[in-house]
């Protein structure tokens, strides 16, 4: 994708199903996003329609065929139990009262406190605390890490071209 090509008004940060900000961002295996509770609604509706207990939906977007990790589980839960798209919710640029980007790995901890650095590899912004335990990570202690004041935020443009939500290591292409 050019540049040019990426709009500045966050399309990818707008849930294709309800057309809002998307709000605890979930990720099919096709990678297309949607907020919880629509993709919630659209595997109730698809069960309601077919009249029956499914084992599959299809993806809103691109029709995939979604089959879930536990499909005898009850379908309520079958939303809930996709992938949090982490990236897209730090790119969205939660932040807290102060107007600071969050923590990533503290706001998995349902902590909240303000963001002093941007890992590039793992595309998450860190405070000291869990910076410091990132770097005594072995896999991790060689990232390339910048502060957030030096990040060039007038968009998100660079990021977007650059992360995926697929995983480096284990995905297969």
């Avoid at 977007?61 to 949090?84: E, F, G, M, Q, Y």
């Avoid at 991790?140 to 992360?163: A, C, G, Q, R």
Wanted: glycine share 2%; with cysteine.
């Amino acid at each position: 994708m050019a540049t040019g090509d990426i709009k500045k008004d966050n399309d990818h940060f707008t849930c294709s199903i309800c057309l809002e900000s998307l709000k605890s961002p979930r990720s099919l295996p096709c990678l297309h996003t949607f907020c919880e509770p629509c993709i919630d609604s659209h595997i109730l509706s698809t069960e309601r329609t077919a009249g029956h207990k499914i084992a599959q939906y299809l993806c809103p977007v691109c029709r995939t065929v979604v089959r879930p990790k536990h499909p005898i589980a009850d379908t309520k839960t079958w939303a809930s139990n996709l992938p949090h798209n982490f990236t897209i919710s730090s790119l969205m640029g939660n932040t807290n009262e102060t107007g600071k980007k969050q923590c990533n790995s503290c706001e998995r901890r349902k902590m909240r406190r303000s963001a002093s650095t941007w890992c590039r590899e793992c595309c998450e912004a860190y405070c000291n605390e869990c910076l410091e335990f990132h770097r005594w990570q072995k896999t991790s202690m060689n990232h390339n890490v910048t502060t957030i004041d030096n990040l060039h935020t007038d968009s998100n443009e660079i990021y977007l071209k650059s992360i995926s939500d697929a995983c480096r290591v284990h995905c297969i292409n």
